[in-house]
């Protein structure tokens, strides 16, 4: 009898976890889509082109080596580039508390953009210091 609870409670849990992963195939991309298209606009990705051209300028203008200049450019850029955002958001999210509840797409959307902006801030001081 317990075997049978047992593969019962196994069957149960990988049902939820389909339905979790068909969830998250459904609306993930959409997120995603919408993220990376209100950040990479061609209007701010000029505004960010202008940023990194003025950042590397201010290095060198101060009188850092062209060398550490561009490593730090590079930071910065890295600092700044939603997938790597998007993937440390991930990697340290706790999805167990959308377990048992239906997801709703737009507070999804709603978490990700705000640590996504959290990220931002957090490396933009990172970068002043």
Avoid: C, H
């Amino acid at each position: 009898m317990d075997e049978k609870k047992k593969s019962s409670a196994e069957d149960e849990d990988v049902r939820e976890f389909k339905e979790v992963m068909n969830t998250l195939k459904e609306t993930v991309p959409e997120i995603i889509k919408g993220i990376v298209d209100a950040i990479y606009s061609g209007t701010n990705a000029e505004e960010f082109g202008k940023q990194v051209a003025n950042f590397y300028k201010s290095m060198v203008d101060v009188g850092m080596d062209k060398g550490d200049a561009y490593e730090l450019t590079r930071k910065f850029m890295e600092s700044r580039d939603i997938s790597g955002i998007i993937k440390k958001i991930l990697s340290e999210g706790n999805w167990g508390n959308w377990k048992g509840d239906k997801v709703d797409s737009e507070k999804v959307t709603s978490i990700i953009k705000e640590k996504v902006n959290d990220e931002i801030k957090k490396s933009m001081e990172d970068t002043d210091e």
